[in-house]
């Protein structure tokens, strides 16, 4: 297994942690760091140890975008030739959740990388925003899809028009991040909720995931007769007879994942 040049990446008990490493340049990802990053996910995906991952970068950032220094020269043809899509779908492809702890900046790339996980956890100094615009570009990571399904079309015209960053009250206002909590506090947040999401039966967590992403891609009527469908399934498992038995009897249930 070869190792992470740009990425700090452990599991801490049933939690896989991903560690943005490149702080002489705020995590801007080059085509190194998201090849490393889809690999990251495709480990943790793979070991049958890992329940949930966080992702987080440093304190001053979770990541100040795609690598502008990489860009700058870049032609048409080279930038579609070397279209990224492939590789961030390796990251989205992983089933389990995942947690984006967001301290410090998440711009343009940065933004577009937390929208991705599942949940975004900030610190109360963190600034979200997708300034492509002021470079003479637009996001090109899905940030204005996410963003307006995130968000709403009013704010992330708002954002994506004007490039203006947006604090995490603003953010949580309106529904990018899930929690607020102070900048010391917020790694050991998300490893204790992404702790909680691993203690519980995978085959829910997983299912659970899937039908609220369908959320965003299928009609109401749908997405409702896909939630029913997983719902049912998961009364062929092991894990809801232990669930609720542990219920009734008042004790602490142990999933085996089956
Ligand atoms: N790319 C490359 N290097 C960066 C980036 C970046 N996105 N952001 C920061 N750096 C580097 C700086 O150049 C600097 O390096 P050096 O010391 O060698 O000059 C170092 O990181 C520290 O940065 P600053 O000195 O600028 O730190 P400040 O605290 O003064 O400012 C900011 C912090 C406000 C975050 C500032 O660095 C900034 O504005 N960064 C750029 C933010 C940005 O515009 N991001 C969007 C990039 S475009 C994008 O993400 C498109 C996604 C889709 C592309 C698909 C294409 C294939």
Not at 128 to 154: D, S, Y
Not at 184 to 194: G, K, N, P, Q, Y
Request: charged letters at 25%; one cysteine or more.
């Amino acid at each position: 297994e070869p190792a992470y040049d740009t990425l700090l990446v452990e599991t801490r008990g049933a939690v896989g942690l991903i560690t943005l490493n490149r702080p002489k340049a705020l995590n801007a990802l080059n085509a190194q760091v998201i090849g490393e990053l889809a690999r990251a996910f495709e480990a943790m995906e793979a070991d049958e140890a890992v329940g949930a991952v966080v992702v987080t970068g440093s304190e001053k950032a979770f990541a100040a975008g795609a690598d502008i220094k990489e860009m700058a020269a870049k032609t048409y043809a080279e930038a579609f030739l070397e279209d990224f899509t492939p590789v961030w779908r390796r990251l989205v492809a992983c089933r389990k959740p995942s947690i984006a702890a967001v301290s410090g900046y998440a711009l343009g790339g940065g933004c577009e990388l937390a929208m991705m996980c599942d949940m975004i956890f900030a610190a109360d100094s963190a600034k979200f925003g997708q300034p492509e615009i002021t470079l003479g570009i637009i996001p090109g990571f899905g940030g204005t899809q996410r963003l307006a399904k995130a968000v709403g079309k009013a704010k992330a015209m708002d954002l994506i028009l004007t490039g203006r960053m947006m604090d995490a009250a603003e953010a949580e206002r309106c529904g990018l991040v899930a929690r607020v909590v102070p900048a010391e506090r917020l790694l050991d947040e998300a490893l204790e909720a992404a702790a909680k999401i691993a203690g519980f039966s995978r085959l829910a967590t997983l299912a659970a995931k899937e039908a609220v992403d369908v959320a965003s891609e299928a009609s109401l009527a749908e997405g409702v007769r896909f939630e029913r469908r997983l719902f049912q399934g998961l009364f062929a498992t092991e894990d809801q007879k232990e669930g609720m038995a542990a219920f009734v009897e008042k004790r602490k249930p142990a999933f085996r994942n089956r």
